[in-house]
């Protein structure tokens, strides 16, 4: 068995269109409590457009045997040659078959895998299981199959077992057979075609919520003995998603049920199984009296993000992988749409900023890609699950549905999904749908945002022209930092949305232009603009560069904007000072400004880049301008704290427990301020012995903040609270604890832990945190070099990268060349973008550290001045 993150190169190659599977029968016989293997058969029907003497299909890390062909009633052996620099099998036949129907028989074996793909083991406590995670390429690694997105076929599962055992997959049960010695035949109903990628098992002691049913869907939620008291908000969150998903489609449901299974160990977030859909225990299972708002919306959101593929992906998938984004940027995008919808208060699109930030971030380094990327191989099948695919990808499904209406781009959605259903589709299918609804030419418009890497920024000015205003405007690719800019001459049609502040305070009016050249020139009419916001709604992927007059005026109306708008602005302003388009006192001035805002989302969007800017310049400069920097925060958002107190008032709201989250996390981890960092042992304490004694949105932070003073017995009760934990949640909460402390025989111990102890599915994590962790993060860099072989072998393909992504904390020229070094001499397949990434973030950040330290400290002392 190998790990594809460690040494095996796959080289590209795709299967002939002209042998299809229609239908296959996988029967599987395993129990993972008395053994870590299986074997089965896999009956597969074939439709032939031409004669063949050899038959290809996809296994890897499987022994395979006993191959036949029956045809028009004649049975023929077939000789089996393994290709694994394909990852595929030929069966040659002693004959030429001709053009029709064929059945293709083959025995196989294999291993419950150990790193979360294929069909994989999994523990929880003394309990034994396996589940599947097949996306993007690993249904090979579980039955040989055509392990390719256009192979459609109906599968028909069984599964001998033991009886003690539940048994999931995509369709309902068919019948049940009881076995001699304790053991059972469970068959399922055929399902309606799916790709090999969406097929699902799950075998173990499982136990089911109580079902609700939406028309003739059952739901239910799948969990692992003693968690059904956690269940309830998952349902309400699939019930009340699915409904608007019906009704936005204009479809039913197109699957016989509906099962959400919470798997102790899992490498994705979720995975849209057909009919089984598999998650994550902290992305479905919750508390409703400890949750904290920011989970509930993350499991709201991740659950109907999986639901929407059951249209967008599973009943209409994409042709290959190179079009992934047709998959995940709608269903990205149709999971704000809907939750925001069914709860409106949650304020979705403010969580949305977020995302799409770090997506522009990602988008604007040299080594990004386009959301269209070609594919070639199974690893950069799996390397383009990222920020482009999904959050860049839904932004701008998210700018044409703005520029085309919500009534016409749901009209295009509904016509795409009819016209493809149970099929395959390429991007031009999209386009011509929206198109026809729309009346509008949307290819032209939209091809560049989905072809060209990177994204456009819009420079304005205002001006008074002839008595009338004008907006001038001019666009160029956004880079990450000043030695590229110019470079690239790519441009964007841009489908403009301006908010204009009209003369009366609070009167505002929409503007709406696509601006096609490199400059393009608005008419505002006869009355000069209170202001000018270059981006209403935050609706387009790009970055606004708002002169600095017109940044005045939006500093004084921002009363007049949304909180949508307003968060947007903190966003430009800190990438533009990061990429040395302004100055970093530019973005300190508009922190200023904004910091007494009450919004939590504004105030998280400001923690995120005043931390950046404490690691970066506050930690390399004078001790003066640090004590000036912690006094500056402690001024700017310490009145949150003073007003809000520690505990909520009666009848206080959610996003006011979050507000006061926030405050303390800013105040004491970037401030250090002392009216947070003396007290929150003592409250952690308390958490520790009743877990009722915090709201629970403080205890992420409190955590956090009490183990970076805490003492090696803080560390034991932090273990013994992440052993016993009740919920997911707080399980989590716990182990990421252990990576915050100070102390280095404590973080050595988090270290080791991983090699084993850790679950595969929050090892990466684990380290991720410990490199963030100043007090961590060169024994952890260290650790990782030289235990690279074990942990590799526990790294899921798709998890690896989240450590090189966290490795510019390092920070030095010498760390950088540490990490080339490394990684050339221990390449990793899924994670080649990513290193380069790395390498270039390192540059960036020694580049900005250099040019902003200076304005940061004098800034700073003018202002104590």
Request: net charge positive.
């Amino acid at each position: 068995m190998h790990a594809r993150g460690a040494t095996k190169t796959v080289r590209p190659h795709r299967l002939t269109t002209d042998v299809r599977p229609t239908d296959v029968s996988v029967h599987v016989e395993v129990d993972p409590q008395k053994r870590d293997t299986y074997e089965g058969e896999v009956t597969i029907e074939l439709a032939l457009d031409t004669a063949q003497t050899t038959l290809e299909l996809h296994a890897d890390d499987l022994t395979v045997s006993g191959a036949r062909v029956t045809v028009d009633g004649r049975t023929l052996p077939g000789k089996i040659s393994e290709h694994p620099e394909f990852e595929t099998l030929r069966i040659r036949l002693p004959e030429r078959i001709p053009a029709g129907r064929a059945t293709l028989v083959l025995e196989f074996a294999g291993a419950l895998r150990q790193d979360l793909r294929g069909f994989y083991a999994s523990t929880a406590g003394k309990r034994k299981y396996g589940f599947t995670q097949l996306e993007a390429t690993d249904a090979r690694r579980f039955f040989p199959c055509f392990d390719e997105p256009t192979l459609k076929a109906r599968f028909t599962m069984s599964v001998t077992t033991s009886q003690k055992n539940t048994v999931l997959s995509n369709a309902p049960v068919a019948r049940t057979k009881k076995l001699s010695r304790g053991r059972k035949l469970v068959t399922f109903r055929p399902t309606p075609p799916l790709s090999t990628y969406l097929v699902a098992l799950a075998v173990g002691e499982l136990e089911a919520s109580k079902a609700v049913k939406l028309g003739d869907t059952p739901i239910r939620i799948w969990h692992v003995p003693g968690k059904r008291a956690l269940t309830g908000f998952a349902l309400e969150c699939a019930k009340e998603t699915l409904q608007r998903l019906e009704a936005y489609f204009d479809l039913p449901y197109p699957y016989e049920k509906l099962d959400l299974v919470a798997v102790p160990d899992f490498e994705a977030g979720a995975m849209e199984n057909a009919g089984a859909v598999f998650f994550r225990e902290t992305l479905l299972l919750v508390d409703k009296k400890t949750v904290t708002l920011a989970e509930k919306k993350r499991v709201a959101e991740v659950v109907c993000h999986e639901l929407a593929h059951m249209w967008y992906g599973d009943l209409v998938t994409m042709a290959w992988w190179d079009d992934l984004w047709l998959n995940e940027a709608f269903a990205t995008w149709m999971a704000f749409a809907i939750v925001d919808d069914w709860k409106p208060e949650w304020k979705m699109w403010l969580d949305f900023q977020h995302y799409r930030g770090a997506a522009l971030s990602l988008d604007a380094l040299d080594n990004t890609h386009p959301i269209y990327v070609e594919v070639k191989t199974p690893d950069e099948a799996t390397e383009n699950f990222d920020l482009i695919t999904y959050e860049k990808g839904a932004s701008v499904v998210r700018m044409v549905e703005n520029w085309l209406g919500a009534t016409a781009f749901r009209r295009g959605v509904r016509r795409y999904v009819r016209d493809h259903a149970e099929g395959n589709t390429v991007a031009a299918d999209l386009w011509n749908a929206l198109s026809k609804a729309s009346k509008q030419e949307v290819e032209p418009v939209v091809r560049a945002w989905i072809e060209q890497p990177g994204f456009p920024v819009l420079s304005l000015r205002h001006a008074r022209e002839r008595g009338k205003s004008v907006l001038h405007a001019s666009q160029e690719r956004f880079v990450a930092g000043p030695s590229g800019r110019g470079r690239d001459r790519s441009r964007w049609p841009i489908p403009w949305v301006g908010r204009i502040g009209g003369a009366r305070k609070g009167k505002t009016k929409l503007e709406r232009q696509v601006l096609t050249g490199a400059r393009s020139r608005i008419a505002l009419g006869k009355n000069a603009p209170r202001f000018v916001h270059g981006n209403a709604e935050a609706s387009g992927f790009y970055r606004t560069d708002h002169d600095a007059a017109m940044l005045r005026d939006l500093a004084a109306g921002l009363d007049s904007l949304s909180d949508v708008e307003r968060l947007c602005l903190v966003s430009d302003q800190w990438a533009l000072a990061r990429a040395g388009r302004a100055p970093i006192e530019t973005f300190l001035e508009l922190s200023s400004v904004l910091g007494g805002q009450t919004e939590p989302d504004l105030l998280v969007a400001l923690r995120g880049a005043l931390s950046f800017a404490g690691s970066q310049l506050a930690a390399n400069a004078s001790e003066q301008t640090q004590n000036a920097w912690r006094s500056y925060l402690i001024d700017l958002f310490g009145e949150h704290l003073l007003e809000l107190g520690w505990r909520p008032s009666r009848g206080e709201d959610e996003r006011t427990h979050v507000r006061r989250a926030v405050a303390i996390s800013l105040l004491g981890d970037v401030a250090r301020w002392e009216a947070v960092t003396e007290v929150v042992g003592e409250k952690c304490d308390a958490y520790l012995d009743d877990r009722s004694s915090l709201e629970p949105n403080l205890a992420d932070p409190v955590v956090a903040l009490a183990a970076r003073q805490g003492d090696a017995d803080l560390y034991d009760r932090f273990e013994k609270a992440h052993r016993g934990a009740t919920t997911p949640q707080e399980r989590r909460r716990f182990l990421l604890g252990l990576a915050d402390f100070q102390d280095r025989k404590l973080l050595d111990r988090t270290r080791k832990a991983c090699l084993a102890d850790v679950a595969v599915q929050d090892m990466p994590f684990l380290l991720t945190r410990m490199l963030g962790n100043p007090a961590a993060r060169e024994d952890t860099w260290t650790f990782v070099q030289k235990r690279w072989g074990k942990l590799s072998r526990r790294f899921p393909p798709a998890l690896v990268t989240r450590v090189i992504e966290a490795l510019p904390e390092l920070q030095t020229v010498k760390h950088r060349r540490e990490v080339s070094v490394f990684f050339r001499k221990n390449p990793v397949p899924t994670g080649k973008r990513t290193l380069q990434q790395t390498l270039e973030r390192f540059d960036l950040n020694t580049e900005f550290r250099k040019r902003a330290l200076p304005g940061f400290s004098r800034w700073l002392a003018n202002r104590d001045g």
